[in-house]
């Protein structure tokens, strides 16, 4: 077993097998979630790589390779001046030879250009050069939903509802302008980086014509065809409900209602309305699917009735879903739930904050019995309900140390963490974080004055935290990580942040949302050993082969948790870290330089040079006196990812 990359400077050994952590790969099959902005330069030596607008002269560079579709092979790209990142659909002029088929190419720009709105695909532009058309969409980080549904197999009804309500605003949209989609299904559903929905692929779209107009041929994928358009009547708005209602039913209940082996058998079902709903539905959600799969297109509810029925009025949906809900059951207990808060308060009341409490020895097996049902209450919220197979899945917990097949693997997603301790002031979001660091970046290089030499550093920074060591297995994982005051940590790809306190005897356990549990190591939970044994397994792994990553003295573990890592992400030139302290690191690969962000009133940024050196300046002393052109370039560098994490 093996880990994807690494950092530091590794020890010297034959044990050690450097991997560029560029993996440049021209496929992003199985290759895990983008690595956003990857214009590495030797990336940028390959000509063939180069986009070139013939008529407005920007390029862009050809990233790895999204997946096929139609007439196109879709890759990232991304505009080489600003970092900009798309998916970009590209058609060989030779697929589009036939006048047919360019009218048909052009059809869908010109509808597609003429959407604007927040849940469907943004189409940003087109041109095209002697070789191909390209197609400038919106990149959506988390694929589709499609690929949720192949992790997932079944989703919960809050989650379903959540995603309905998407695809139905975007497709209301569609409606009052008179287009028909034509091919709704989990895979035409992208889901960004904010786990947005966006409806997308304009291929089979049609204006909506009089009924006596309406064009007969058969256009949509198999299962989600209604009766009527295989009867050759024509698609009309409720065809669009009708494929819907299968969607719906392939996510709540894990597979489309009228797949069969055989499609002719598939035809005859849904012509006859063949299909069965499981008993664990709810009786809301069976009501709905029975209402919306109905023979008669009329019969069928509008999207408007769909949002007032029951299933959508009496439910719960969640106004955000977790990333770590791409690949497992996530907790969606809806707040305020005063049960599991108590919960929370009771734990944190039993082990503290500051895990000082001795906990006698006779006491230890009822705690750890208690603490059991506290993480399967609080983890599982739906243990109890119609999703056995599901919260079985969380309850039996952490992956184990075995190695698994490449099929078995969690796909890789860039975990994000929202927040990890209730209510407190250093509860920000990710993204509240990156937007004052930025702002407060943005000012300093805007004003620098050109300089030659950096400012005096600070004598004694105090106190500063920062990330010495990392082990990148997220190919398996997730991120392991230590801090200069020696905790180890994971961030599991699920979201999951797991930390051993310095001394190694308190294990920090983070949810993906807001709950924090501690627990002595002599009483972690049954369902926690799996992924302490791989926190174990990362803390070994960067004793033994990595060393800390600059001159920058530790500090003991101060009193309460220690910060998260909430974001990391990889680009061409740097590993990218944003701690819950706000803290944000950079590390370039090449040469192990480092910029660390931290403090808010006055930011410090510390550069670890190539020497190892570390050295602590104010942002405004910076700002007032200038920098040398290394860690100005650096610094432009930190505000180029931060700009891109933002989207600003
Ligand atoms: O329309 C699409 N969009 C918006 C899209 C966005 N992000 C299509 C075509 C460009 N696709 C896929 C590509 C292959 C099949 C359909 C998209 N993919 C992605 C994406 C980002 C990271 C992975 N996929």
Redesign the pocket.
């Known amino acids: 077993m093996e880990p994807a990359a690494f950092c530091s400077q590794p020890l010297a050994g034959p044990a050690l097998r450097v991997r560029a952590p560029d993996r440049d790969s021209d496929t ?1 099959a199985g290759a895990g ?2 690595q956003r902005g990857r214009l590495g330069a030797d990336r940028l030596l390959d000509p063939t790589r180069l986009i070139r607008d013939p008529q407005s002269g920007r390029t862009y560079y050809r990233g790895r390779l ?4 139609g007439f ?1 092979r ?1 890759y ?1 790209v991304t505009d080489t001046c600003n970092g900009q990142v798309y ?3 590209v058609i060989p002029q030779s697929r589009v030879a036939k006048p047919h088929q360019r009218e048909k190419i052009l059809q869908e720009i010109d509808l597609h250009r003429s959407l604007h709105h927040r849940h469907i ?1 943004r189409f940003s532009h087109h041109f095209e050069d002697e070789g191909s058309i390209y ?1 400038f ?8 939903l499609a690929h949720i549904w192949k992790a997932r197999h079944t989703l919960l009804e809050p989650e379903v509802r959540y995603y309905l309500r998407q695809v139905i605003a975007g497709l209301r949209y569609l409606h009052q302008r008179g287009v028909l989609h034509r091919d709704l299904k989990l ?1 035409n559903f ?1 889901i960004t980086e904010n786990m947005e929905l ?1 409806l ?2 304009f291929g089979l779209a049609a204006r909506l014509e009089p009924q006596d107009q309406r064009k007969k041929t058969i256009c949509g994928t198999p299962n989600y065809l209604a009766p009527e358009v295989l009867l050759r009547q024509g698609h009309s708005p409720k065809s669009d409900v009708w494929s819907l209602g299968c969607v719906m039913y392939t996510l709540l209940c894990g597979n489309p209602p009228f797949e069969m082996a055989d499609l002719k058998e598939t035809y005859r079902c849904i012509k006859q309305v063949r299909y069965t709903l499981p008993a664990n539905l709810s009786a809301s959600a069976r009501h709905l699917l029975d209402a919306i799969l109905r023979p008669v297109p009329q019969d069928r509810p509008s999207l408007e009735e769909i949002l007032q029925h029951e299933f959508f009025t009496k439910g719960y949906t969640p106004s955000q879903l977790p990333p770590c809900s791409c690949i497992t059951v996530p907790d969606l207990t809806p707040p305020p739930n005063p049960v599991q808060s108590f919960f929370t308060k009771v734990t944190k009341s039993l082990f503290g904050c500051k895990h000082k409490s001795k906990i006698a020895p006779q006491e230890q097996d009822n705690l750890s019995r208690l603490v059991s049902d506290l993480m399967l209450s609080s983890i599982c919220p739906q243990s109890n309900s119609k999703e056995p197979k599901q919260a079985q899945e969380e309850a039996d917990g952490p992956p184990s140390l075995t190695e698994t097949a490449p099929e078995e693997r969690l796909p890789r997603s860039l975990p994000i963490m929202g927040s990890s301790c209730e209510g407190s002031e250093e509860c920000l979001t990710a993204a509240a974080l990156m937007e004052s660091t930025l702002c407060a970046l943005r000012n300093c290089l805007a004003f620098m004055p050109p300089a030659v030499q950096n400012p005096a550093p600070l004598a004694s920074p105090e106190h500063l935290l920062w990330v010495s060591k990392w082990v990148d297995y997220s190919n398996k994982y997730g991120f392991g990580y230590q801090l200069s005051s020696r905790q180890v940590a994971v961030l599991f790809n699920d979201g999951i942040h797991m930390a051993l306190s310095s001394n190694r005897k308190i294990l920090h356990y983070n949810t993906t949302n807001t709950k924090h549990f501690s627990f002595p190591v002599e009483v972690v939970p049954q369902q926690l050993l799996g992924r302490l044994g791989v926190l174990r397994y990362f803390a070994s792994y960067m004793d033994q082969n990595l060393m800390k990553g600059g001159d920058l003295p530790s500090l003991d573990e101060a009193d309460g948790p220690a910060p998260l890592l909430l974001q990391w992400f990889k680009s061409d030139q740097a590993l990218f870290l944003l701690l819950s302290d706000g803290t944000v690191q950079v590390n370039f690969y090449t040469d192990h330089t480092k910029v660390i962000l931290s403090g808010w009133e006055p930011l410090l940024i510390t550069y670890v040079a190539q020497d190892r050196r570390a050295r602590t300046y104010k942002a405004s002393d910076l700002q007032r006196l200038g920098c040398r052109p290394e860690l100005r370039y650096r610094l432009g560098y930190v505000l180029r990812l931060l700009r891109q994490r933002s989207g600003t």
């Open positions: 992003g979630e983008p999204l997946g096929k579709g196109a879709c990232e998916a970009v659909k695909v197609i969409l919106e990149y959506c980080s988390r694929k589709s895979g992208f966006k997308g692929d």
